[in-house]
């Protein structure tokens, strides 16, 4: 809802919203259709070197998404660490959720 309402709201500016999602799990045929016939691009593989880091620390779930609140803040307190200890480049940080 939120999003697609965002986009429809700004499609008759001159500064249009452009929205991008990245999944590898999403069903893009149905997705496409709910925004209207958007255009899909698959990109298979990876096109650059990637350094994969995954928590050690289990995140309890419950229907409504993660069971501890500071679930993101440790998120991004990791993301700092990275920042701070490695050299440069781009971070993407990957929340479990519905």
Do not use: W
Not at 16 to 38: N, W
Not at 68 to 95: C, M, P, T, W
Request: with cysteine; proline share 5%.
């Amino acid at each position: 809802g939120l999003v697609k309402q965002a986009v429809e709201l700004r499609k008759s500016t001159n500064d249009k919203l452009r929205c991008v999602v990245a999944s590898a799990t999403l069903d893009a045929a149905r997705f496409s259709q709910y925004f209207d016939g958007a255009p899909v691009l698959r990109v298979p593989g990876r096109s650059h070197p990637v350094d994969i880091y995954h928590s050690k620390q289990q995140q309890p779930m419950t229907r409504f998404g993660p069971a501890d609140k500071r679930y993101v803040s440790a998120a991004v307190d990791v993301a700092v660490q990275i920042h701070k200890s490695q050299n440069e480049g781009h971070i993407l940080i990957f929340l479990t959720g519905q």
